[in-house]
């Protein structure tokens, strides 16, 4: 299989909408990739992010998801053939020529979807490659593919953003469409490891804006021990227009975003069983 232009996948933002850019690889070769993990897709990648880890960052998205948020922001993410077939070998080139400036600004690469670990071979490759290089290393994911990962691919990995999006079993069902468990148990297991993790929520009025469940959710991460901090997302619209092109039922189109107030709230929540909250 040819390798994929890379510079191709450069995006603004990962709210570009894009489908459809690996249909014609054959099935044989997608299994290879995904048993090999030597070529992946990816969706896009986005330079100088502020907002996925610590300092200025190289974002690469993924395709591939198995859940299905009901607030997801890049639902065309969740079908691993939207992406683009690119090289472990090809992805690290072409971020090894961001390496002075990231280190410089005291940043690295993220690699996001979607769900990274759909791909966990390759992620742990591109990861490792990364780390190889001298350049910070962070994954942002759901966790509950967490036990795919080995121990010495979580330590490549310099920080986990773990996603937690609520602590009801039941209300994450719905939520996601999957159980919570396996994502706890990933947090547990990085804290056996002291990998350090930073947790994001995503606060959506009337589906996780539960002070009580979210108390919970902060007692969990207080007691890990290797929790950094907790990002509190308020929802947006901004991946409204992608379900309606896909064709997808979007059941949140008369959802507000939540206050100021409301964000604050749940800092405050988090807050007080010791954990830094923004
Ligand atoms: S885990 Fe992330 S990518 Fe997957 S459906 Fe949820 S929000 Fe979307």
Redesign the pocket.
Known sequence: MPDAPVLSLAATSPFELRVHLGDAVPEQSVREALSSGDMGFLHSYTTGSTVDGPGVRVVAWTTG?????Q?????D??TLSNGMLVSVAKAAEELGKYRHGLNVMSGGFTLS???PLMQHRFAAKLLAAAKKMGIHTTIET?GFYGDRLSDAELDTIDLVML?I?TWDPARHLTL?GKEIGPTLEFARRLAQRRRPIWIRF?LVPGLTDDMDDLAKTAEFAARLGNVERVEVLPFHQMGRYKWERLGLDYTLKDVEPPTAEAAERACEVLRSTGLKAY
């Open positions: 998801c198995m859940w299905r948020c607030y997801c922001h890049n639902p993410t969740w979807g979607g769900e759901n996603g999006k996601t995503v």
